[in-house]
């Protein structure tokens, strides 16, 4: 049998699950799009090349740390921040470029420093643990600039990745909202970040909305002696990443359009606002950074009524990775969306279970956070019967981790019925973490 080299992009497919069934005068298409990316493709079709491992892309990572004042109540902070880093550090694969920065109100280079990255190896990662002794809390914080320094020095290296860790202890007070959300608009697209919050006195809001807006993922990790298990599974997911800026290519014919394009599985973040034009009647969709995974989309289209026994493509999902002279690169899967219209009523009434069971994640996400609100804001009536549906499809879809979550804010009396009552006494930190964790979804069994 021959072998072929491989090549660092993975294998990427496809697959849709809707009811393509509409009744006559039906506009409106919903589909599930899976994609799936397994790695190790080859390159050529009949050429045979020695065998050898493909090598790994290349990658840059920089470490934002809180050091504000707060890192020192209590002192653990700090000292899990520190082996937290050094840990993450210890994960990087050999040849990565990196960097420390410590945030305050200013950011500023802890190392290697001169506006450089370091390149992984077994000399600089003891450079940067030494470097790491020197972090110490003092000043106030301000995001934007931690991630401002963080793109100048990711941005400068010649790499396929650029990723970010960012830790914080606080509420970003040293900065206005406007102008953290403008560094996020700026910084969109250059690189990916995670953002973790460690202790219960910063903003869930405000971290999660970092980790969306960079395309990363976001947590609590209450306890600072977690940290560094934490960061080493975050460098570890990172290190395993293989193709960067994957977008999610959609076609519509014409009178047809996209009303969302939503990530529901592993959790639900909405892209819809997020899409650039690529063509006539197609636009792209950024999904940030893939390794060997799956992940779920949900797409509904609008679509202009036919008659009975038509058929027509709603829509056509592609992936691509766009690149600066404005071409994009084609990933090589493909799938269609369907639309045939019926006057079968059982056909057309139909719906299809993945459909159902991520429009079920995107309401019960949506209900906690919801109820988390009114709870905060007085109103507990309010905040039961929207924690009470949560129960209710967390319960009907099997999402155990989201159902434990809720039983530390409520009692259940009645999980089926979505039956409830709030508890009289919630620790922040079990408050926190359901807020968090509350677009993280379950996958549909097929």
Not at 52 to 81: F, I, L, N, Q, T
Not at 127 to 149: N, V
Not at 202 to 223: F, H, P, Q, R
Not at 269 to 275: A, K, V
């Amino acid at each position: 049998m021959a072998n072929f080299a491989k090549s660092n992009v993975p294998r990427f497919s496809v697959d849709v699950y809707q009811n393509e069934y509409l009744p006559e005068g039906g506009g409106e298409v919903d589909a599930i799009v899976t994609v799936t990316a397994a790695g190790g493709g080859t390159v050529g079709d009949a050429v045979p090349a020695p065998a050898r491992p493909a090598a790994p892309p290349s990658a840059a990572v920089a470490v934002m740390v809180d050091c504000s004042g707060s890192m020192d109540y209590p002192p653990a902070k700090m000292r899990g921040a520190r082996d937290a880093t050094a840990a993450a550090i210890d994960t990087l694969r050999d040849g990565t470029r990196f960097a420390v920065i410590a945030g305050t109100h200013v950011a500023q280079e802890v190392y290697p420093g001169g506006g450089r990255l370091a390149v992984a190896d077994a000399t600089t990662r003891g450079q940067a643990r030494q470097a790491l002794r020197r972090l110490s809390a003092g000043g106030g914080t301000a995001i934007g600039t931690w991630l401002r320094l963080a793109d100048r020095l990711l941005s400068a290296a010649d790499v396929t990745l650029r990723h970010g860790i960012l830790l914080t202890d606080g509420r970003n007070e040293h900065e206005s909202p406007e102008d953290l959300r403008a560094t996020l608009d700026a910084c969109a697209g250059r690189f990916t970040c995670d953002a973790r919050g460690v202790g219960t006195d910063w903003d869930v809001k405000e971290v999660t909305g970092i980790a969306s807006a960079l395309l990363g993922t976001a947590d609590i990790v209450a306890d600072p002696g977690r940290l560094a298990a934490d960061f080493t599974r975050m460098m570890e997911t990172a290190m395993g990443k293989e193709v960067a800026d994957v977008a999610l290519r959609v076609w519509t014919p014409a009178g047809a359009a996209l009303r969302f394009v939503k990530q529901v599985a592993p959790s639900v973040e909405d892209l819809t606002g997020r899409r650039t034009e690529a063509g006539p009647r197609a636009g792209d969709y950024p999904t940030g950074s893939w390794g060997d995974e799956s992940r779920d989309y949900h797409l509904c289209v609008t679509v202009p009524p036919a008659g009975l026994g038509q058929e027509m493509l709603a829509a056509r999902v592609s992936l691509v990775v766009p690149q600066p002279d404005g071409t994009a690169q084609n990933l090589g899967a493909q799938g269609l969306v369907r639309a045939v219209w019926t006057d079968d009523l059982a056909a057309s009434t139909a719906m299809s279970p993945q459909v159902a069971h991520y429009t079920g994640q995107a309401e019960l996400a949506q209900a906690i956070q919801q109820g988390i609100d009114l709870r905060k804001a007085g109103d507990f009536d309010g905040a039961t019967a929207k924690l009470g549906r949560a129960v209710q499809l967390a319960n009907a879809s099997g999402n155990a981790d989201t159902a434990k979550l809720l039983a530390k804010v409520v009692d259940v009396v009645d999980a089926a019925t979505g039956t409830v009552r709030l508890k009289t006494r919630v620790t922040e930190a079990d408050e926190m973490t359901l807020e968090t964790r509350s677009t993280k979804t379950v996958r549909v069994k097929k």
